[in-house]
C-alpha cells in the first residue's frame, strides 16, 4: 500500500497529483455518465429527448416510457424466459462445476492428470460452430430451452477457480480427519469442502448467473420460437427494428408527419427504459456483490 | 496399467462416479464435435449424416483462401484484435498505476467500483447504447459535435470508423476489469523499495519507471503473450451487433463469416472448414505464445 509521502517537496509530484485526481474525476464520469443519460433519458418526455435537452437531468419528468414498455408482452415473455434460464442454468453450471472440481482436486485419484488434460484440452481447441450445432440439433435440443442450458453446463474456466480453491485454500488434514471419522467422500465433500468454500462459491455462481442473463449468442445459434427467446434476443429487436424507419432521410413525407415523429419518439423511447429494466437486477445487487467479483478475478489470477 | 486401475475404481470410485456427468458433458459436446470437423473435407448431405457424407478433400479450403472477401476478413480480424489489444492493453497498466498513487481513498473506491461494472453489462445493450449515442439524428455525440459547429457524423454507417468505435467501447467496457490483476501485483511491490526510492529523492514519476513497473513487468509480459496467443479470438457477439450493411467491408470477421455461411446460408461443410482454420491458426499462436512465456518466465499455461 502506498503510504504517505513524507517529503511534499516535488513540484512535479504535486502536478502529478492533481493530474490524476483530474483523470480520474474524468474517468469517473466516462464509467457513468452513459448510464446515467440513459436513465435520465428513460424518465423524460420523448420529445425532448429526442430534441436533444437531456443532458444532466430528467426533463418533463414522465413515465410514459414505463407504461408503453408495459404494454410490451415480448419484453415480459423475454423477462420471464431468461430468469428461468439464469436461475435453471446457474444451478446446473455450480452442480456441474463442483463435479467437475472436486475429484479433479485429489491428489491420490489415478486418473485425474488425463482427465485434468481432457478438459484443458477443450479450452484452446473445439469442434467449431456447426459441429456442435449439428450435436445440439441430433440431440433434439434446438429450439427448446434446455438450448439455453444444456450446451454451457460448465465453464472449464470457473472449474479450475474452484479447483485451485480446493487445492490451496481447504487443509488436506480434514481430509485425514474425516477419513478417520469414517466420512466417504461425497459426505466429506458436503460437510466440510463445500461449506468452507462459500467465499468461491459465491464468485462463480455470480459468473455463471451473469453469463446467463447476458446470454444472446446461443439463442441466435439455436432458437427459432419468439416465444422461448430469452430477453437479450428481445431488447437487440427493441433496438434494431425501430431505427430502420426513423432513420431513412427519403422517408415517406406524404404520410403524417407529426404522428410518425411521434412514433419514433415512442420507439426510441422504449430502448430507453427497455434497457433500464433489462439491468433492473443487476444494478440492485452490483453494489452488494461488486467486491465478490475482485475477489474472483484474482482468485482466477493466480495459476494452479 | 489394467491393475492399478480397478485398484482405483475399488478406492475411489465415489470420485469416478463424481466425474462420469463431467466426462459424459465433454465427450457429448466438445469431442462429438470435434469428431464433426470431417464436415471441413466433405460434402455434406444431411440424410447420409457425418460419416455417410462424401470426401471432397481439400476442396472449402481452397475455395476459402480463393474468395474474393477472404483477405479481407483475415485482415479484418488481425486488425481489429491488434487494433484493440494496443489501445487497451497498455491503458489498462496505466489505470492501475495511477490509481495505486491515488490519495484519496474515497475516490479510488468509487472510481474502482464503477470501473467495473461495465463488463458486466451486455454486449446486446452496449451495442444497442452505441446505436443511440452515435446516431446520425438525435444521438447525444452528435448533438455535442452540433453545439461546437461540426456537422452530425454517421459514424456506425462508415467503414473507416468501425475498427475505432469497437476499439474505444471494448475500453469503456473492459478497462476496470482487465486493471484488477495489475492493481494487484501492484499492491504486492515491497513498501520498502518505495521509501529507499523516497530517500533517494525519486519523484512519483521515476518511481513508477523504476520501481513499480519493474516489479509488475513478470505480469506484464505474460498478459502480453497471452493476449499475442489469441489474436486471432475475437469475439463474435459484440462485431455481429455493430456490424450493418454499410460498415460491412470493415467488420466482416472470420467468426462473422463463418456464421453467415453456416447458419445464414446452411453451407455446413464450407463453414466448418472456415471455422477450422481460424481454431487452428488461434492454437498454433496460443502454443508459439506459450513457449514463448516459458522461455521469457520460466512458466507458461500449461
Not at chain 1, 34 to 55: H, K, M, R
Not at chain 2, 129 to 140: E, R, T, V, W
Not at chain 2, 213 to 232: D, E, K, V, Y
Amino acid at each position: 500500500m502506498v503510504k504517505k509521502n513524507k517529503k511534499k517537496g516535488f513540484l512535479s509530484d504535486k502536478v502529478f497529483d492533481i493530474a490524476n485526481v483530474c483523470i480520474m474525476i474524468i474517468l469517473f464520469f466516462v464509467f457513468t455518465y452513459p448510464l446515467y443519460y440513459v436513465l435520465i433519458s428513460s424518465f423524460s418526455s420523448p420529445a425532448a429527448v429526442w430534441s436533444g435537452n437531456v443532458t444532466l437531468w430528467p426533463k418533463d419528468f414522465t413515465l410514459i416510457g414505463y407504461k408503453e414498455l408495459l404494454g410490451f408482452g415480448r419484453m415480459w415473455i423475454g423477462y420471464r424466459n431468461t430468469i428461468f434460464y439464469t436461475v435453471a442454468g446457474t444451478m446446473l453450471n455450480v452442480f456441474m462445476t463442483v463435479l467437475c472440481a472436486y475429484p479433479l482436486s485429489q491428489r491420490d485419484w489415478l486418473p485425474r492428470n488425463f482427465f485434468l488434460k481432457m478438459c484443458l484440452f477443450t479450452m484452446y481447441f473445439n469442434g467449431g460452430l456447426i459441429p456442435t450445432y449439428l450435436v445440439v440439433k441430433s440431440l433434439g435440443l434446438t429450439n427448446t430451452g434446455l438450448a439455453m442450458i444444456i450446451p454451457g453446463a460448465l465453464s472449464f474456466y470457473n472449474a479450475l477457480i474452484v479447483r485451485n480453491y480446493f487445492m490451496n485454500s481447504i487443509p488436506a488434514e480434514l481430509n485425514e480427519a474425516a477419513k478417520l471419522d469414517g466420512a466417504n467422500a461425497v459426505q466429506y465433500l458436503v460437510h466440510v469442502v463445500l461449506p468452507l468454500s462459500k467465499p468461491v462459491l459465491a464468485v462463480v455462481t455470480l459468473y455463471y448467473a451473469v453469463s446467463h442473463w447476458n446470454d444472446y449468442y446461443n439463442a441466435l445459434v439455436y432458437i427459432f420460437d419468439r416465444d422461448l427467446q430469452p430477453l437479450q434476443s428481445v431488447l437487440r429487436e427493441v433496438f434494431a427494428s425501430v431505427s430502420v424507419n426513423t432513420t431513412d432521410p427519403q422517408g415517406t413525407a406524404e404520410i403524417n408527419v407529426e404522428a410518425l415523429y411521434q412514433k419514433a419518439q415512442l420507439a426510441q423511447n422504449l430502448k430507453f427504459t427497455s434497457i433500464i429494466v433489462s439491468m433492473v437486477p443487476m444494478l440492485a445487487i452490483y453494489p452488494f456483490i461488486q467486491k465478490y467479483f475482485v475477489k474472483g478475478a484474482m482468485i482466477g489470477a493466480v495459476k494452479g | 496399467m489394467k491393475k492399478r486401475i480397478w485398484k482405483d475404481l475399488r478406492k475411489n470410485w465415489l470420485l469416478w462416479v463424481m466425474f462420469l456427468p463431467v466426462f459424459l458433458y465433454y465427450i457429448i459436446f466438445s469431442y462429438t464435435p470435434m469428431y464433426g470437423i470431417l464436415l471441413a473435407f466433405k460434402d455434406y448431405k444431411t440424410k447420409k449424416g457425418i460419416w455417410g457424407s462424401g470426401w471432397v478433400g481439400l476442396k472449402h479450403f481452397e475455395r476459402l483462401f480463393s474468395a474474393y472477401n477472404f483477405e479481407l476478413i483475415l485482415g479484418n480480424t488481425i486488425g481489429i484484435s491488434l487494433y484493440s489489444l494496443c489501445v487497451s492493453f497498455p491503458l489498462a497498466i496505466l489505470f492501475a498505476l495511477m490509481l495505486n498513487y491515488l490519495r484519496l481513498s474515497k475516490l479510488k473506491k468509487t472510481v474502482q467500483m464503477v470501473s467495473y461494472a461495465p463488463h458486466f453489462i451486455s454486449n446486446v445493450v452496449v451495442c444497442g447504447m452505441l446505436s443511440i449515442f452515435l446516431d446520425p439524428n438525435n444521438g447525444i455525440v452528435n448533438g455535442f459535435l452540433n453545439s461546437m459547429g461540426i456537422a452530425s457524423v454517421a459514424f456506425l454507417s462508415q467503414p473507416g470508423m468501425f475498427k475505432t468505435i469497437y476499439v474505444l467501447s471494448g475500453v469503456w467496457q473492459g478497462l476496470g476489469w482487465s486493471a484488477i490483476i495489475y492493481i494487484s501485483a501492484l499492491a504486492g511491490v515491497d513498501y520498502q523499495l518505495h521509501e529507499a526510492a523516497i530517500i533517494d529523492g525519486a519523484t512519483k514519476l521515476q518511481r513508477i519507471q523504476h520501481v513499480d513497473i519493474p516489479a509488475i513487468s513478470p505480469t506484464i509480459t505474460m498478459l502480453l503473450i497471452l493476449n499475442l496467443g489469441s489474436l486471432m479470438g475475437v469475439g463474435f457477439e459484440k462485431v455481429y451487433l455493430l456490424q450493418n450493411d454499410l460498415n460491412f467491408n470493415a467488420s466482416d470477421i472470420i467468426a462473422t463469416y463463418t456464421y453467415r455461411v453456416g447458419m445464414v446460408n446452411q453451407d455446413y461443410g464450407y463453414s466448418t472448414a472456415v471455422g477450422l482454420f481460424n481454431t487452428v491458426i488461434n492454437l498454433v499462436l496460443l502454443i508459439t505464445a506459450n513457449t514463448t512465456a516459458r522461455k521469457v518466465n520460466g512458466e507458461g499455461l500449461w
